[in-house]
């Protein structure tokens, strides 16, 4: 246990590469701020999914939601831009490949199995945290363009075409969050 938790340090110190690559100063944001983005929004929307109805299960999306990133120990935050150059399909193999490796000394087969869960998004719970994934770098972008980072629209393209895979009532949640923050972003423009 104690090799996976010093390995998982290094997500505290690791930059999210997105922000390095437009020039963002470092510090700006890493893997492990992200995560707890990650976590703390599909907490809220899960409380909020399931107050319309829909049963989640709340514990499984925090497992998920911190859990999501943990290959970056070992392969690095790789860009969206990336797998223009790797392929989707390299990117998701190493990264899967990775996770394996830093959970082995856990044994923990839940963690593999939820991990295996949010790449191919097989269920309600995947789908919600992939939202909050999308919807925490929207968040991010939205603070940065606030205190004064220009060009930063193509982050917001995830935007455009967001389908979210989740039950109607859920996608309702989701999509509402993003349209608030799309609305913020354009007062913020004007």
Sequence with gaps: MLAALIEL??????ERTGWTLRGLPNGTESVAAHSFG???TAMILADKIQERGVEIDTERVLKMALLHDWAETRVGDMPRTAAKYFGTEVRTKAEMAAFADVVATLDVAEYKEIY???EQRNSVEARLVKAADIIDLLV???ALEHSGAKGLDEFWEVAVEADFGLPPVADEAAKELLQSLLDARRNLNQ
């Design 9 to 14: 340090q290094r997500l505290k110190r690791l």
């Design 38 to 40: 990650v976590a703390v």
């Design 116 to 118: 295996q869960d949010y």
């Design 140 to 142: 991010q972008a939205y």
